[in-house]
């Protein structure tokens, strides 16, 4: 689903926009859609299990309930011993299934270490997400020189980034004070949208750019708003 839910809409807008079918930024767009796609199923399939009825709308457990076999599932099953599985048949595509049973059966999600596995692998799409915003981000960059938008090292371009169209509390944003051939994916920097830079790889005198503030005040207040450019060619 991660494909036809995030990735190809992404990139049918993006051809509708001009991009070049194969080309670097289509290719960029695949690589950041599907793992986007991927990350938000795999939330949406936890949300499904140990979710918050007030938020999600569906009582807890309901996906067991409805016997899907997702990633978080097939990791209990692989973690737990004969008994353990014997629980879970006991709950899957069982519409019927008692609170209790279903309480039996995500405690043991839990405790074989299941969820916290699932976690991470959320946590690695997200890593990959971050670093295909912050390919583009760095692309991006090399317009403004190269159509004369910008002199020295000012100007800035940043993004929001995302998971399944929805707008997450990061941005990517150029380093202060780095001259623009010298940009590149690894010098981006991820900032929260307080402007605080987080622990994201690069040297710790990689710096946001002096802008950063302004960009992130934009993206507190206007959900709606998934990129910045800040020209200063005068």
Same mark, same amino acid.
């Given at each position: 689903?991660?494909? !036809? ?9 993006? %051809? ?41 709308? *569906? ?8 016997? *899907?076999?997702?990633?978080?599932? &097939?990791?209990? #099953? ?13 709950? %899957? ?7 209790? =049973? ?9 405790? @074989? ?13 997200? $890593? ?7 390919? $583009?981000?760095?692309? %991006?960059? &090399?317009?403004?020189? $190269? #159509?004369?938008?910008?002199? #020295?090292? &000012? ?7 995302? %998971? ?9 944003? *150029?380093?202060?004070?780095?001259? !623009? ?9 991820? @900032?929260?949208?307080?402007? =605080? *830079?987080?622990? =994201? ?14 960009? &992130? !005040?934009? !993206? $507190? ?14």
């Amino acid at each position: 689903s991660a494909r !036809y839910s995030v990735m190809h809409p992404l990139l049918i807008g993006a %051809l509708q926009a001009g991009a070049v079918p194969g080309g670097p930024l289509h290719e960029r767009l695949s690589v950041f859609g599907e793992e986007l796609g991927i990350a938000f199923q795999l939330r949406d399939d936890e949300l499904g299990v140990f979710g918050d009825p007030a938020l999600t709308g *569906k009582p807890v457990g309901d996906d067991l309930r409805e016997g *899907k076999r997702t990633v978080l599932v &097939a990791l209990a #099953w692989e973690r737990a011993d004969g008994q353990g599985r014997a629980l879970l048949r006991s709950v %899957l595509a069982r519409p019927r299934g008692g609170e209790a =049973d279903i309480a039996r059966a995500t405690g043991l999600i839990e405790a @074989c270490g299941a969820r916290a596995e699932h976690e991470e692998q959320i946590a690695g799409h997200l $890593r990959a997400a971050v670093a295909a915003t912050r390919q $583009r981000v760095a692309a %991006l960059h &090399a317009e403004l020189p $190269r #159509w004369g938008l910008v002199v #020295w090292t &000012a100007g800035n371009v940043s993004e929001r980034v995302t %998971l399944d169209g929805v707008p997450t509390d990061l941005f990517v944003i *150029k380093p202060s004070g780095v001259a !623009y051939d010298e940009l590149s994916a690894e010098t981006m920097v991820v @900032c929260t949208l307080d402007g =605080d *830079k987080i622990a =994201d790889g690069t040297p710790a005198s990689l710096a946001p750019s002096s802008d950063t503030a302004a960009h &992130a !005040y934009v !993206y $507190r207040h206007m959900e709606g708003v998934g990129g910045v450019v800040h020209t200063h060619s005068t």
